[in-house]
């Protein structure tokens, strides 16, 4: 997640407190924890294919056109 999008879901966060005025939960528009969403699933994604072979640009390009 870019920080541009992290200080823009943060400043639309809402917190609710104990009577403490600790955090116990957060609340965030529906759009915004969708986003999270997918940024986490974006980065499931990417762990799991960490270990699989690279094609440089120019193979993938010769495929492409094959």
Known sequence: MN??????????????VDETGQ??????PVKEY????????DLAVIAERKDE????????KKRLKS
Not at 3 to 16: D, W
Not at 53 to 60: K, S
């Open 23 to 28: 955090k116990t939960a957060v609340v965030l």
């Open 3 to 16: 920080i541009q999008k992290k200080e823009k879901i943060v400043g639309k966060a809402q917190y609710l």
């Open 34 to 41: 969708e986003e999270l969403l997918e940024d986490i699933h």
């Open 53 to 60: 072979p690279t094609v440089d640009f120019e193979e993938l």
